[in-house]
């Protein structure tokens, strides 16, 4: 068999690039949510939730970032892993104030609407044969108050890498 190490490296690189951009996306949102802090929240960056946590007097809000340029179009199937892992969360700690948010790029979706997932669409993730989720899959189906976790969740599109890194113009002089 012939291995194109070229191709294979070109492969490598861009994942390698794709993860990183991840990285900075997730790190420039939680810049800008502790710069837009309006509450005096306690924000969390990696928390015990999500990517990003921001805990005030009332609630949580628990944020995942995701990046995805290389996808040109959203698909449902491309958020299924962090949906149940918020929801399985939900299932833990249906007893709590938390707000889930999924902070997704893709470039075919406008910055800053939503997308509103239905009862439907989760029973169709809850269906998914991927060996991946069925963990998450097994321990929920069934019982997860699924209207109850789609009060309390969101799924926002987010900016691009250029346009999210713009909003976080720091003066680092002060440093």
């Not at 309006?38 to 809000?61: K, N």
């Not at 929801?87 to 893709?106: G, P, R, T, W």
Request: charged letters at 25%; glycine letters at 4%; proline letters at 2%.
């Amino acid at each position: 068999m012939m291995v194109n190490e070229e191709k294979v490296e070109d492969i490598l690189s861009r994942s390698t690039d794709y993860t990183i951009q991840g990285f900075i996306y997730q790190f420039n949102k939680t810049l800008l949510e502790i710069l837009n802090d309006e509450e005096d929240a306690i924000i969390s960056i990696e928390g015990i939730i999500e990517d990003i946590e921001i805990a005030t007097a009332l609630t949580t809000r628990a944020i995942q970032c995701k990046y995805h340029e290389e996808q040109e179009n959203f698909t449902l199937s491309n958020v299924y892993r962090p949906i149940l892992q918020m929801m399985e969360h939900y299932f833990d700690n249906v007893d709590k104030d938390i707000e889930y948010k999924l902070y997704a790029h893709f470039p075919n979706e406008r910055e800053g609407s939503n997308y509103e997932i239905n009862e439907e669409q989760i029973k169709t993730i809850l269906q998914s044969r991927d060996q991946r989720f069925q963990r998450i899959i097994n321990k929920i189906n069934g019982d997860v108050d699924i209207p109850g976790f789609l009060e309390r969740f969101t799924l926002e599109f987010g900016a691009s890498l250029q346009v999210n890194s713009s909003g976080v113009n720091l003066d680092w002089a002060w440093i």
